[in-house]
Structure formats: C-alpha cells, structure tokens
C-alpha cells in the first residue's frame, strides 16, 4: 500500500503520520507490526558552511511523483513491506522544515528497516529532484550531489 | 532555435535547475535534423539533440540523464515525433 504525496507548503511529520496510521487502519484494518521512519529536514548552514535562508526543491512535474511510487513499489516488493508513505516538499524550504518523510510498515524490523534506508537512498539518486540553496546576501547555487550518508 | 511547422519531426526539449538557467530556457519544440543518409529524422539520439541545441558542454557531464517520456532513458535511444525529451542535471533529492 502506497502513499505518495509532493508538498508545496510545510508538513509535520508527527501530523502526516498520525493521518497515515488512520488510512492504514482503514485499508488493512490495523496498524504493521514494525514501522521505521525516516525525517529529513534543512540545514541551518550550506554545502560553503555559510548560513542559508532557505532550500529551493526543484521537481519534474509527472516523472517525479511516478518515479517515487515506483522507486516505492520495488522496494516494497523487494523487502516485502505492507506499507509505504512519503511525503517530499517542492518548493522553498526553510531551515529546520522537514524536507522529506519516508515510513515504512512491515511484519518485522529488519525489513522495515531495510526498505526504508533503501528507498531514502533511491530518492536521492534516482527520483527528478534538485537543491538549489538560498544564502542570505541573495546569492544562491543548485547542489551537484547528496550529503555523506 | 529553430522550430518548425511539422510537428511530424518535432520534439519536446525540456531543462531543470541548473542546466535550465546556465542556457536561459526551459522547454522549446525542436525539429530533429535529419540524420546522414537517413531522409526520415526520427531516431535522432538525445546526444545528438545535445549537440544540435549547442549545450554545454559540448559533451555532456557524466552527472548528466535524459529522460523520453518522463522515463529515464539511453543518451543513444532512438527519438520519436512527439516525444518529450528532458536532459536532467545531477539529481539531489531526499
């Protein structure tokens, strides 16, 4: 069961899943027995360690959401997790704000665990996002890369 | 760029992010040049569409995907009419 959602305005993670446990519940009828989640948020500071007002998230409008629900559905597969929900803001994003909120349902620990690691790391490589980061004096210049995991 | 009346030979070039601004546009019809020795211009190749629309670099940065279609694809798969074409600069989500 998957739920992909791109967000053009803040989220709260704790709210987003606390909305996922009750379509879960709808759907399977109870909550997984192992959930893991991932919460990505802005830095205070940029790739130059200078302070940043704000991340800009660039998408492809269409590819992106399709290439997360599939990104979603292999790893899913793979792990054989019950449940998938991410949320990935576009837009301008402040520091502190979460960015991304990946969840991941599944009978056992171990899988949950797995699947969610793995499809974090697909996000980052393999879904059409791009970073700009915003500095105070105006400035502002597109990330090339991932951070270190 | 030149952009022509047949839509039988055109494409959809799109940009994102940095690639976008570093050429100053987002998206253009383009008319695939015919290919030598070949009358029908479909099965241009993205890295010739690269060269033809002049991004730089001339040759693309190894961090650089295409996409056909809102799918990842080859720099050397065959284009169709009508197809969307996208380079993709180096991914950074999540």
């Known amino acids: 069961m998957l739920a992909i959602q791109l967000e053009a305005e803040p989220f709260e993670p704790l709210q987003a899943l606390a909305e996922w446990y009750q379509l879960l519940a709808a759907e399977l009828g109870m909550l997984p027995a192992a959930e893991s989640h991932f919460v990505g948020r802005v830095r205070p500071s940029g790739a130059n360690d200078s302070p940043l007002t704000a991340l800009e998230l660039e998408h492809y409008p269409g590819m992106s959401e399709a290439c997360i629900a599939s990104l979603a559905a292999a790893a899913a597969d793979r792990h054989g997790a019950t449940a998938v929900l991410v949320r990935h803001r576009i837009g301008l994003v402040l520091p502190g704000d979460a960015i991304v909120l990946v969840a991941i349902g599944a009978d056992r620990r171990g899988p949950a665990q797995r699947c969610c690691q793995e499809l974090l790391e697909a996000l980052k490589h393999d879904a059409p996002f791009w970073k700009r980061e915003w500095h105070a004096d105006g400035s502002s210049a597109w990330i090339t890369g991932n951070t270190a995991l | 760029m030149a952009v022509s009346a047949d839509p ?45 629309l002049g991004l730089q670099p001339a040759h693309p940065p190894a961090g650089v995907r295409v996409a056909i279609n809102q799918q990842f694809a080859s720099w050397d798969a065959s284009l169709a009419a009508g197809d969307e074409l996208a380079f993709l600069p180096p991914i950074s989500g999540g």
């Open chain 2, 8 to 52: 039988a030979s055109q494409v959809q070039v799109r940009l994102f992010a940095g690639l976008r601004e570093a050429m100053g546009w987002s998206e253009q019809l383009v008319e695939l040049a015919p290919a030598a020795g070949r009358a029908n211009p479909a099965g241009a190749t993205p890295h010739q569409l690269w060269r033809q």
